[in-house]
């Protein structure tokens, strides 16, 4: 499973950006896919997961700012990110897993990408 991230940039307090995640796996609609961010100084921490049923989860600190979506016929996952915050600077990742022990595990997703900067100014 090959996996690609885009959408990452520079943005001010209260911007939007939208996070691309592109994986190249024959079976997509197999897969669960989250996001996870690497803050500074913090270990990586899981953002938002989309399940393969479609389902979403988000963590408390971007519930009612970030929205997930899914277009299973381009195996592609989109984050949009609303009224950004510098707390949100990190880098994303993608990370995608087939049938997940626990969907709020990030280690229990196989695959993920390079990742995408995003950088948030006050």
């Known amino acids: 499973v090959h996996v690609v991230e885009s959408g990452g940039g520079l943005v001010q307090l209260g911007g939007i950006l939208t996070l691309l995640c592109a994986a190249f796996?024959?079976?997509?609609?197999?897969?669960?896919m989250c996001w996870s961010g690497q803050f500074p100084g913090k270990q990586r921490e899981l953002v938002a997961v989309i399940t393969d049923s479609g389902n979403t989860i988000y963590g408390d600190s971007v519930k009612g700012r970030f929205t997930l979506s899914e277009d299973n016929v381009n195996h592609m996952v989109a984050m949009q990110m609303n009224n950004l915050k510098p707390d949100d600077t990190a880098v994303y990742y993608c990370?995608?897993?087939?049938?997940?022990?626990?969907?709020?595990?990030?280690?229990?997703?196989?695959?993920w990408g390079q990742g995408t900067q995003v950088t948030v100014s006050a």
């Open positions: 796996v024959s079976t997509f609609y197999f897969y669960s």
């Open positions: 990370n995608v897993g087939r049938s997940p022990n626990n969907w709020w595990s990030v280690d229990d997703y196989n695959y």
